[in-house]
Structure formats: C-alpha cells, structure tokens
C-alpha cells in the first residue's frame, strides 16, 4: 500500500540535506522495527513543493510526501505513529493521509522516479563505483538489488524473471549529487522499466529500485 | 434530549478518533452549486457534526436550533461572565457553520484537530432528482418531467417551435386556456404556464459518488462529557447515520487515544 501524505508548511528552514531526517521521522512513526536494521521492505520519496530560499527549503503551500510499503502491518504501524506524533520537521506536521491501493500495472511497466536512484558497482580493489543511468552496466545492478529485495519480500519465483532497467530514451535524464549524512552519491534521476511478473512489478512499485531505498533514494512514482 | 454538556467551558481534554465505515456510496457536497453536484472523497467537519448530531437525536431545525444555542449561551454566560471564559468564542458566537448554514451544537464542546486518513476511493456520476422550486417560472418550464395535462398541446408546440416562451417584455403572460387557443409563433411568458406545473419540480442532476475502499479515520478532541456523550450514541444510535445523501449510510464508532 502506498499512503500519501500531506505536510503543513514549514516554519523554520528546510535543510538541502534533510533526507535523513526524514529517515528518522518514519523511524520515529515506526517505533522498533525489523525494517530498521535489515532489507527495507519500504521506500518513500521526496518532499514535493519545495522552493530554494536563501540557505534551505520553503514549503509555502506544505508538501506532499509519498511512503510505499509491501507490508500492511507496517503501513499500519505507521499510521499509528503519525496519530499519536504527526510531526515531521521544521514545524511541518502531517494533517492527511490518503491511501492508495497498489494499481495493476500488468507485465512491464515505465516509472518515473520519485527522487533518484543510486546504483554501484563493486570493484575488485574493494572500493565501488557509482554507476549512472549512462552507464549499461547499471542495468544488470539495478536487475540484482531488485531480485533481492523481491526475494526478501517473499516473491522467491517471481523475482527470478523479474529486470530493472533504466529508460534511456528520456531526454531530461540526468544525475544528481545527494548528500546522506556527510557522504555524497551521485545518483540518477531517470525512468525505470520494470518487466516481470505483474505481482513482481506492483512490488517494484512499492520497493523501489537501486540501493538506500531505506535512506530515500529510489522511490517510484 | 440533554444539552447540559453546553454549560461546561470547552476544555477539549480527550484525544479520540471518529472512525467512520460507509455502507453505502457517498455523495459529500459541501456547497450549493449549479448544474453538476461535485462530490467530495472526503467529509466536512460539518457533515460529521451532522452525523453525529444524529447519533445523538439532536433534530432541531434552524429556528429551534438558534434559540436553543441563545437560550444555552445566556445560561452559560450567567455562570462564567466573571472568569478567564468571559470572552471566549463559547460564549460569544455561533461555532463556525457549513455553507448551507448549519450550525452544530457540538461545535466548541468537539473539535477536529486537523489530522485525517482518507482511504483509497472510486468515484462515478448518476443522475440525482433534485427537488427545485421555481418562483420565476423559468426552470420547471425545461426541468419538470410532470404538468397538468390541460396543457399538454401548447408543451408539444413549444418543443415545435410552434410558441416561443419567453421573458422578455415581448412576451405577453396569458392565463392557460389563451396559451392553448393561441396562434403559432406567439410570444408567451414562462409565467402563462406556472399554475399547471407542481410546486416543486424535480429535475435530473449529474452529481458525483464515491466508494471508499477502506475507513475513515478523524482525530478530535472533545470535552470528557461530550466524549461520553458520543461514545454511548454511536455505539447505539438514535437515527440511522448518514453522510452527503440521506442514503449515504455509514457505521460510526469513537475511540479515545
């Protein structure tokens, strides 16, 4: 299930890099979970209505933020959460949260990406390499973290012939700097193609794609 | 009926959850507008105090309504003109109302903190018999589906082309009989025919309904009396609940966080 939330405006400046801060509201609305430590079962996008002001962000007309998640139970969780704190950060607060049913998107279907999307690739030296929409090799990366994250999430069989990969006849593609606590990625913002089973698309759908899904990068629209 | 909770100042001090289920489509409007009833996905505060007020029996009509919040007020005002109440919205106007002029008078004893979950909804249009009154004559002439059928030569030759109904100073109003036995091509006023058409006409409207897939959930404060008060009211209701329509029906149920 996918909830989308509506955000009061801020009241104080939104930092550039507030990704993980967001990280940690939805930890807060989760309270203990598996889903801190291990595999994220979930991914969530960026605050939409932003405008650059001076040294941060202005949400003047609030934001809307999306949260995807393939477990009811920890939709639930979250929602539980957001009732008992619905704070957000800078004096932002969620005041609605409207629920959508994952759509059936049949065997193939284009996403655009609700953020960016990070993929790397190891090197033999042990260091790894960040791996663009440009790159073909990000394909095959794209393909294998998301095999993973299906198999995680109990799509044994489907996530055998499942394939991710990015849209490269999107003419605004581009890459994109994001800062996660100090560290910086160089990830993509560019449509992803997800074939498979339908089953195995809607969780794409819902898990997003690349790596950090956890950290808000590759969340789908 | 008791409305006693009124007398206590609103201190909202209960945290709680309307929890709404619809057993029905629902079609939410919240203002009056022309031809195309737009349905909302979600309720306004004032239908759910609406609702809620039928929960609880409170059938007041505007008349009664407004003399029962003065006669309330007066009371209340009398015991709290010398405390911290003395001017406080409680005691000096009306709770804020709907745009078709209810006013609830739950309205400062309960309110909406704002946070609300609205589940996934489908959404279609039907067609909806509005009930439309015509004093100028003009509506019912096109909207009404019934007249009296003494009339029913002159209807035939307007739709002909044959009358030309009208409201401009051209048109001469005619009793109905001079309507019937009068030439082709004369201008009528819509007024000639207003005596055989019904009071009321009913006219078929597109309005917009919604199926939600899942709850609704509303987070609210209340007052403890009032809190009580709609705990036992929604766990057995005085009328059936409604929301938008009187066949929008829904289930109800309060719980406290």
């Not at chain 1, 995807?68 to 008992?84: E, K, M, P």
């Not at chain 2, 209340?76 to 009306?94: C, N």
């Not at chain 2, 004369?186 to 597109?206: A, M």
Request: net charge negative; glycine share 10%.
């Amino acid at each position: 299930m996918r909830l989308h939330l509506k955000l009061s405006p801020n009241t104080a400046p939104v930092p550039f890099d507030h990704l993980h801060w967001l990280t940690g509201v939805l930890h807060k609305w989760l309270g203990k979970n598996e889903a801190h430590d291990g595999l994220s079962l979930y991914s969530f996008g960026w605050l939409g209505g932003a405008k650059p002001v001076g040294e941060g962000l202005q949400f003047a007309g609030g934001a809307e933020w999306r949260v995807s998640f393939v477990s009811d139970d920890l939709s639930d969780r979250l929602r539980a959460g957001i009732r008992q704190d619905p704070t957000v950060l800078a004096g932002m607060r969620v005041y609605e949260i409207r629920e959508q049913i994952t759509p059936g998107f049949g065997p193939a279907a284009r996403f655009l990406v609700d953020g960016a999307v990070l993929t790397r690739q190891n090197r033999d030296d042990g260091g790894r390499d960040h791996l663009t929409y440009e790159n073909e090799a990000a394909d095959e990366t794209l393909t294998r973290t998301l095999r993973t994250r299906l198999d995680a999430a109990g799509l044994v069989d489907d996530a055998r012939q499942t394939t991710a990969r990015f849209d490269r006849t999107y003419d605004k593609a581009r890459t994109k700097l994001v800062t996660l606590k100090g560290t910086r990625y160089r990830a993509s913002e560019c449509p992803v193609i997800i074939e498979g089973t339908p089953a195995a698309v809607q969780a794409a759908w819902l898990l997003g794609v690349g790596e950090l899904t956890g950290m808000g990068l590759g969340a789908l629209k | 009926m008791t409305l006693d909770f009124f007398l206590e100042p609103p201190e909202r001090t209960v945290r709680g959850e309307l929890v709404v289920e619809a057993l029905s489509p629902l079609s939410m409007v919240s203002a009056q507008p022309g031809s195309y009833y737009r349905g909302a996905t979600a309720p306004s505060d004032a239908m759910l105090l609406g609702m809620l007020e039928n929960a609880l029996g409170w059938h007041l009509g505007p008349i009664d309504r407004k003399a029962a919040l003065k006669s309330l007020r007066k009371q209340a005002k009398k015991a709290h003109s010398k405390t911290e109440w003395a001017d406080s919205p409680w005691l000096a106007d009306d709770p804020m109302g709907s745009d078709s002029g209810f006013v609830s008078l739950l309205g400062h004893h309960l309110a909406f903190d704002g946070l609300r979950e609205i589940p996934q909804t489908l959404s279609y249009d039907d067609l909806w018999a509005r009930l439309q009154r015509d004093p100028d004559g003009r509506t019912f002439f096109n909207g009404s589906r019934r007249y009296d059928a003494r009339i029913e030569s002159a209807i035939t030759r307007a739709k002909q082309g044959r009358l030309s109904f009208g409201d401009r100073s051209a048109h001469e109003t005619l009793s109905p009989d001079e309507v019937v036995r009068a030439p082709d091509e004369s201008p009528v006023h819509y007024k000639s025919l207003r005596g055989r058409f019904p009071t009321y006409s009913v006219s078929p409207t597109p309005r917009g309904y919604v199926v939600p897939l899942g709850e609704y959930r509303f987070g609210a404060s209340a007052t403890p009396d009032v809190a009580d008060l709609l705990a036992a009211a929604l766990e057995d209701p005085a009328a059936p609940l409604y929301l938008g329509s009187n066949d929008g029906w829904v289930d109800a149920r309060w719980e406290v966080l």
